[in-house]
């Protein structure tokens, strides 16, 4: 069972930017697609970005263009450059295995629903 942390949530204005970790432990990152998610107050979590074992990346038409997905297999880690924020990108973020659609991208790993974290905070506003 891997575990994971997320990381590097913050307050922010709006147009600011946030680099987004998440470390995992307990299995090897490398054979998973994996996907960051965030979910609003009073909204269901949502996956964002993906990013293949190969490394192709897909995005929500929401964050297209501002957000990037990336991986690093050799340490485990998986990254969210957030650029230009908005306020309604005010939400908890967390990482996990990749399952749902990105555009014409399905994701269809299985995720468990012990596996969440705690996920990290981020908040834009003026």
């Known amino acids: 069972q891997v575990q994971l942390v997320e990381s590097g949530g913050d307050l922010v204005q709006p147009g600011g930017s946030l680099r987004l970790s998440c470390a995992a432990s307990?299995?090897?990152?490398?054979?998973?697609?994996m996907g960051w998610y965030r979910q609003a107050p009073g909204k269901q979590r949502e996956l964002v970005a993906g990013?293949?074992?190969?490394?192709?990346?897909s995005y929500a038409d929401s964050v297209k263009g501002r957000f990037t997905i990336s991986r690093n297999n050799a340490e485990s880690t998986v990254y969210l450059q957030m650029n230009s924020l908005k306020p309604e990108d005010t939400a908890v973020y967390y990482c996990n295995k990749a399952r749902g659609r990105l555009g014409h991208v399905w994701y269809v790993e299985v995720v468990s629903s012990d596996s969440w974290g705690q996920g990290t905070q981020v908040t834009v506003s003026s």
């Open positions: 990013i293949t074992i190969g490394g192709d990346t």
């Open positions: 307990g299995s090897r990152l490398s054979t998973y697609a």
